[in-house]
């Protein structure tokens, strides 16, 4: 099977996935990168990964991008991701199979979903080839609802998202044990819509609780002054601390560090892929009910907990009940860990889409292989569903 995948440029998000298909596909596999890196990210410690041998630069030189085109047009299935859509829009036109691969539509709510040029680009570029070959990879809970609105993808729509580098750890029960006892991570740019305010509102509940405690908050943006304001008001000098920013590698050691993980995005986090991540590494998750792969990847009280979105209340809730039961946090992190070796990993998911690839060749319509996980159907969820 030949297979390329179009999208903006490649990360370490996508890479587990890119190689994994690589080799189920005997190296006939292309990652088609759209545009460069942008330096901002070179400077946080990225590296440019658009010169690995299986990626084409399809912006680099008309040699380039001939090899794009042709790709497209040889390969049994395209995966369209965030990039142009020239080329998934050329194969949808010939009835060629191709999976859409994106997150939800309107992260800012859905007060412009049924404005006209909502209406006519949904159309145009997916409702149209509904009775075409053409599928969604759900990159978010909230995605299949958000299309469903347009009649695009009703029963098309696969659970999906991103599969970052996962860990074997040779001995789990040692790892959760190290962790330094009351310690929490918040890790992610410091803008509004992530909300670090609530990890510090957090932090000064704890305190005033009387809890002895340890916040890190990794990353660095617009709400930078704000946060160490609001650390120097609540007199939390002692207790919080802002490290900066720092390459995935060294946010991954904090992790391993750390007890509890605090993801406190809105809806406009349309996966969170430090979600994966810190599940990975053992932590206990405190995460919003609106971010996009919260419902996938966690099962409340099980491996995870979820509060709320954007209620603080229900949020220092959940940090007190892991704060109270230390086996609770343990037993948390445990099927966090499983959750990731198990199922959301980019081998398990590179073999299912490959199952799913192939029925989709062999001419099966509406393929319907899983009965949960990654590659089983997307339900329509509600943005108010906890």
């Not at 040779?170 to 670090?196: F, M, Q, V, Y």
Request: aromatic content about 12%; glycine content about 6%.
């Amino acid at each position: 099977m030949k297979i390329s995948f179009f999208s903006n440029y490649l990360n370490h998000h996508q890479l587990p996935l890119c190689e994994e298909l690589y080799r189920l596909t005997n190296g006939e596999f292309r990652f088609v990168a759209c545009i460069p890196i942008e330096t901002e990210k070179i400077n946080l410690g990225y590296s440019d990964m658009n010169y690995l041998p299986f990626v084409i630069r399809d912006y680099e030189d008309e040699g380039q991008h001939a090899e794009a085109v042709k790709w497209c047009e040889e390969s049994d299935i395209i995966i369209q991701g965030a990039a142009k859509i020239d080329f998934a829009k050329m194969r949808a036109e010939k009835g060629l199979p191709v999976f859409w691969y994106s997150e939800r539509l309107f992260k800012d709510g859905m007060i412009h979903a049924l404005s006209p040029r909502a209406i006519k680009s949904i159309y145009k570029n997916h409702t149209k080839y509904r009775k075409k070959p053409v599928f969604m990879l759900c990159a978010s809970a909230f995605t299949a609802k958000d299309y469903a609105i347009y009649g695009a993808y009703k029963t098309k729509a696969y659970k999906w998202g991103y599969f970052p580098e996962v860990k074997k750890y040779e001995n789990t029960s040692k790892l959760i044990e190290s962790k330094k006892e009351n310690t929490l991570l918040w890790a992610g740019r410091l803008i509004d819509w992530k909300h670090p305010e609530y990890a510090v509102e957090v932090a000064r509940k704890l305190k005033l609780d009387g809890y002895d405690f340890k916040l890190n908050i990794i990353g660095t943006g617009d709400m930078q002054e704000k946060i160490k304001l609001l650390i120097l008001k609540y007199g939390l000098e002692d207790s919080v601390f802002m490290l900066g920013a720092m390459p995935p590698e060294r946010v991954r050691e904090y992790m391993e560090n750390s007890e509890i993980f605090l993801f406190t995005s809105d809806r406009n986090e349309g996966w969170g892929a430090v979600l994966n991540e810190s599940m990975n590494s053992c932590c206990s998750v405190v995460a919003s009910s609106a971010i996009g792969s919260v419902p996938f990847l966690i099962r409340d009280g099980e491996n995870g907990l979820i509060f709320k979105n954007k209620n603080k209340n229900d949020l220092y809730k959940k940090v007190k009940i892991l704060f109270e039961h230390t086996s609770k946090r343990k037993t948390l992190g445990l099927n966090a860990y499983n959750t990731l070796i198990n199922q959301w990993n980019a081998k398990n998911a590179a073999e299912r889409l490959f199952a799913l690839f192939t029925a989709v060749i062999n001419g099966e319509k509406v393929p319907d292989l899983f009965c949960d996980g990654v590659c089983s159907k997307a339900e329509i969820l509600r943005d108010n569903w906890y």
